[in-house]
């Protein structure tokens, strides 16, 4: 996708071969960002479970009796 944006905007310029390793490095950069995300946003479920006092085994047991 870089590549055909490239050739549009520049068509007369060369593909620089920086841009495949930004790309690369980006791919793996997001990796562990998304790793970060859904830990932070598990713990702030935590935390707020919690506090509120509920939590999924109170649900169930709730149902069952």
């Known amino acids: ?23 690369a490095i980006m791919r793996y950069l997001d990796r562990v960002e998304t790793v970060f995300n859904v830990v932070g946003d ?12 509920e939590t999924y085994e109170s649900a169930v047991e709730e149902q069952r009796n």
């Open 1 to 23: 996708m870089v590549y055909s944006t490239w050739s549009t905007v520049f068509p007369n310029n060369e593909f620089p071969l920086s841009f495949s390793y930004i790309v």
């Open 42 to 53: 598990t713990f702030v479920a935590r935390m707020v479970a919690e506090q509120v006092d």
